[in-house]
């Protein structure tokens, strides 16, 4: 079955810095997504990358998916608090039959 | 427009009861699911459906049962509570893109529900 890995696990960061958090799947990714989650509530889309190489941008958060698309990146520019949170990658799962799965998640916190 | 509603948002079980978690979206839209989210294991998929009558089971769908008889709810029963069961659920929908290679899309959420069984 296919597996996605995050990481770091957690990631404490100063304010104004910049950071990047991986995450790597066992098998080809048809569609990868970004999630953040605030500590208690729900989970919040960030972007979708679906073709290798492709490469987002929202505010100061980018995304890329590796052209083999296997590995993609949430990199974060200039870190405010308000980017603290949980940062979830999903994915499609691979057989088709809509079952999506989740790596384990990066807790990020940005100090002031 | 409320999104994806779900209730309660805290409950407490003792071992061996049942219940049923709700989850409603207005959003006309075809894939709801279910996942637990336990520390240090991310999200695990329970149960989806892709439609009004159609239900899937995910990656850990025992204990678990759903039914989908609109468009709109989605509830997910308990059978007989477990201590394992003690999780935080979340409910999502989204409008699934048929094709070749068929997707979830982009997923909406619930706010969760806390739940403890003792």
């Known amino acids: 079955s296919q597996e996605l890995e995050q990481s770091p696990q957690s990631l404490i960061v100063q304010e104004g810095k910049n950071l990047t958090i991986n995450c790597t799947s066992s098998k080809t990714l048809y569609g990868l997504y970004w999630y953040k989650q605030k500590y208690g509530e729900g989970l919040i889309f960030l972007m979708m990358l679906q073709k290798g190489g492709e490469e987002k941008s929202h505010e100061k958060i980018t995304a890329k998916l590796d052209e083999k698309k296997q590995q993609s990146s949430l990199h974060i520019t200039a870190s405010q608090p308000s980017h603290a949170g949980i940062y979830l990658c999903?994915?499609?799962?691979?057989?088709?039959?809509?079952?999506?799965?989740f790596g384990t998640g990066t807790r990020l916190k940005v100090l002031a | 427009n409320a999104g994806v509603t779900q209730t309660p948002k805290f409950q407490v079980l003792k071992t061996g009861q049942s219940m049923t978690l709700q989850c409603a979206q207005d959003?006309?839209?075809?894939?709801m699911s279910w996942y637990r989210q336990d520390p240090g294991m991310g999200l695990r998929l329970i149960h989806y459906?892709?439609?009004?009558?159609?239900?899937d089971q995910g990656e850990v769908p025992n204990g678990y049962n759903v039914s989908r008889s609109t468009t709109e709810d989605f509830p997910l029963r308990l059978l007989s509570a477990a201590p394992s069961q003690t999780s935080v659920y979340f409910c999502a929908s989204s409008y699934s893109l048929a094709g070749a290679t068929p997707t979830a899309g982009e997923q909406f959420f619930g706010p969760g529900t806390r739940l403890t069984v003792l």
């Open positions: 999903g994915a499609d799962g691979t057989s088709g039959t809509y079952k999506y799965i």
């Open positions: 959003m006309n839209h075809e894939y």
């Open positions: 459906s892709v439609g009004a009558g159609i239900t």
